[in-house]
Structures are given as structure tokens and as C-alpha cells.
């Protein structure tokens, strides 16, 4: 039987270890120095191209070789311990629990070469983050039509008593006709009243939500505070707030000081303002009610029917 930690040089034809190396990376030949490339498969999926990395892992696209497809594959590192391959299968069990075309799919969860991987459904034409780095200020219309879509998936996901506690532009996703999926429910957790949030911070401080921060407990509306942040950034150009810190001390203060989007965008039309951060005391109270201010703000700006984005490329995160 072969060794799969190693693989024979293409140019001098002796054994090259590969047994610590990152799939589709290059590994020096250490007699002739040719750098030889690592194909990976797990188990019926092929790696061919590397779309980014996270704090858990690496995402590939891959090829269904059962199914004939393409799909993306999220792998985890090697050195997580099995508490964080049980987050991993956690974000895949629910995550498949909703099916809905503006929320990532998850197809399977499995085991190879001693690593856990998550398979999911292929969106590569980039996220928000991508789009805001590219064009600074992204048009209102999309801006609207992104958050529509958004809050349609967050919906869907709250009525499977899950909420995503980590909404932010890098998990908002584009296929290929400009469509927003809600991706990464790995911070996601089980809706449950009694619940206390731990004093950890986690999440992306623009984004995160102030009850977060003050160690309550968070709901849909935590969602739709971070989504708010989210669409701020996007169609203003800049975060909701001034400073980066992790300090939860800090945050709470600069969180109770917004920016107003009216002063540093005033270009954008006062429907579109009523939708981004507001306090969660002014939140709706039901996600129906949420998702229709999205509705709201799009008729009052005389848009019935909002243009679709151009394809971008994968993303990078």
C-alpha cells in the first residue's frame, strides 16, 4: 500500500514528504528542488482551488466526484482540538436545517487524512467586503436590495430557532446573478429565552451587537443591529463609529455615540437611514417587521424593482 504522506518528484522521481503540508500548496523536492504541488482529495472531493482563509480553517473549491459538481469545501485546521470539529459539525447540522435561497447551503459534513471538512454549496462572485474594498460607497439601490435579501435568510434561519450573532460584509455572499446568501453560522447559536451570552467578545466590532456587550442575551434583533452596521458601512463608506478596540468597555461607548449616516452620507435618502443601526430599543419586534422596513424603504425611494450587481470574483476571506 502506498504512503499518502508522500508522493513521488515528477522531475527526478524520488519520494517527497508531504505529510505536514496545506492542500494545493507547493513542497520543495529535497533533492532536486523541484516544487511539487499537493492534490488533495477527501474522500469523493477534489481540491482545486483555494477561495480563502479563517479562524477555523481553510475553504476550497472542490469537485463532487459522486455527484458531478462543484462545490465549496471548508476544511479544518490540523491543529483544533475535537471541541472545535464539534463546532464545525454543530455549523453544518444547522445550517442544513435551512433551505432557503438566501441562506448558504450545507450538503455534508466528513472525516479524511485525520481532518474534519464542511461541504457546501459554491457561491464565488465575491461578498460585500469585496464589493466595499472595490468601489468604497456601493450604490444605494444594492445596498437595499442586499439587505432585502439578507434579512429574508435571517428570517428563515430564526424561524429554526437559530440566530447568526456574526452578520458582517466578509458573510454576505454573491452568486453568479448578483443574489445575496447569508454565509459562516459558526458563531450561530440555538435560540433559547433563558440564555445567558459568556462575557467573551466575539465578532467583528463595527458589526457586533451592543447586548453582546453587555452580556445579554441576543435575539433576531441582534441580527438585525449587525445587518444595520453591515449596510451603514456599505452605503456610506465608512464603519457606524470611529476607533477599533476589542474593549468591551470601549465599544460600549463608541456604540452609544453613532455616527449619524445623514452627516457622513448625505446623499442617502432618509428611508434608507431609518433601516441602519438603530438602537435595540427601536428594533422591530418581530423579524416579518424587520425585513419589511427593507421592503418600505425601497418603495419610498421609487425603485419597484432594484438592478442586479455585476458577477464578482470569489472571495478572498
Known sequence: MSDPNTISCPRCGLPVDIGDAEPLSRVPCPACGERVRIARSFNHFELHETLGTGGMGTVYRARDTQLDRDVALKLLRKDLGPEYANQLQQEARITASVNHPHVVQVFSFGHDHDQYYLVMELVDRG????????????????VLRTGIEVARGLRAA???????RDVKPANILFNEEGMAKISDFGLAGIVEPQTQTSGAIWGTPYYIAPE????????????IYSLGAT??????????????????????????NPLKLKDVAPEVSSHQTRVCVSPRTTRSSSPSRSRSAFFAANRNRGAPKLPCSSPRSHSSD
Not at 127 to 142: C, G, H, S, V, Y
Not at 158 to 163: P, R, T
Not at 212 to 223: A, K
Open 158 to 164: 430564526y424561524q429554526k430557532g437559530l440566530i447568526h
Open 212 to 223: 453582546r456587550l453587555n452580556n445579554q442575551p441576543e435575539d433576531f434583533r441582534s441580527d
Open 127 to 142: 461578498t460585500l467586503d469585496d464589493l466595499m474594498a472595490e468601489q468604497k460607497k456601493i450604490p444605494e439601490a444594492d
Open 231 to 256: 449596510l451603514f458601512h456599505a452605503v456610506a463608506g465608512r464603519p457606524p463609529f470611529d476607533g477599533e478596540t476589542m474593549s468591551a468597555s470601549d465599544l460600549r461607548t463608541l456604540k452609544d
